[in-house]
């Protein structure tokens, strides 16, 4: 899997949107960008993931760049409870086999009141 | 929505005993996944299973073992706890392609005295 860099820590002020970037400069060309995070003490959580359209669901939205070098997660209306360690990772998805998950450190949201 | 759940959030064990941590997920997932989660050391998956009675090793089974007598469960045995396996456990399933989607369970995290 290709690696990626986050920053290691964002704050936000509750209500605005949280733009949480992410490089990913050796995506190869079957690999997704997928989002997750976790909650202190809570098991990880699926956000959502993109090949290299922007992808919008009831959590976030993913904006991808064109050459798919980067990708930026965005929190619309960051509330207290989205703070946490968000991961960004890049997986191929194909048949026969398993493929585990990676985390690196990801980005420490912390949402201010 | 998927649901993954494991049987506890938080177990406390002493040395030598033997441990079950269970996993269940309603989704009708084909793969289902253990992993142990350590400060600075990330996820590290344990054992994987692509269906009943299927399972392979991960990067860290020493200690372990597993069982999948039915789909939507899958339960990690510590056979003889030590205090080295104190750690956060978190169970996910998938669909059956490598790269699809991993959903993960809320963790159980156990402490052997």
């Known amino acids: 899997d290709a690696k990626t860099t986050q920053p290691p820590s964002m704050d936000c002020a509750e209500g605005r949107a949280a733009n949480l970037p992410c490089n990913h400069s050796?995506?190869?060309?079957?690999?997704?960008v997928y989002w997750y995070r976790q909650i202190h003490s809570q098991g990880p959580q699926y956000i959502i993931h993109?090949?290299?359209n922007n992808e919008t669901n009831e959590m976030a939205s993913l904006i991808i760049t064109e050459d798919r070098k980067s990708s930026t997660l965005i929190l619309p209306h960051a509330t207290l409870r989205d703070t946490a360690v968000y991961y960004c990772?890049?997986?191929?998805?194909?048949?026969?086999?398993?493929?585990?998950?990676?985390f690196g450190t990801g980005t420490k949201l912390q949402v201010i009141p | 929505d998927v649901k993954v759940t494991q049987s506890s959030r938080y177990l406390v064990k002493r040395t030598g005993e033997k441990v079950f941590l269970e996993c269940v997920q309603d989704?009708?997932?084909?793969?289902m996944f253990w992993y142990r989660q350590d400060p600075g050391l990330g996820l590290r998956l344990i054992y994987f299973?692509?269906?009943?009675?299927?399972?392979e090793k991960g990067d860290i089974p020493e200690g372990y073992s597993v069982s999948r007598e039915k789909k939507e469960r899958f339960s990690l045995i510590l056979e003889s706890a030590s205090t080295n396996q104190t750690s956060m456990y978190l169970c996910?399933?998938?669909?059956?392609?490598?790269?699809?989607?991993?959903?993960f369970g809320p963790g159980t995290r156990l402490t052997v005295l």
């Open positions: 050796t995506i190869s060309g079957n690999e997704y």
């Open positions: 996910a399933s998938s669909l059956p392609l490598a790269g699809d989607t991993q959903y």
């Open positions: 299973s692509y269906d009943v009675k299927m399972k």
């Open positions: 993109g090949l290299k």
């Open positions: 990772i890049v997986r191929a998805s194909y048949s026969g086999g398993y493929q585990k998950v990676t």
């Open positions: 989704m009708d997932h084909e793969n």
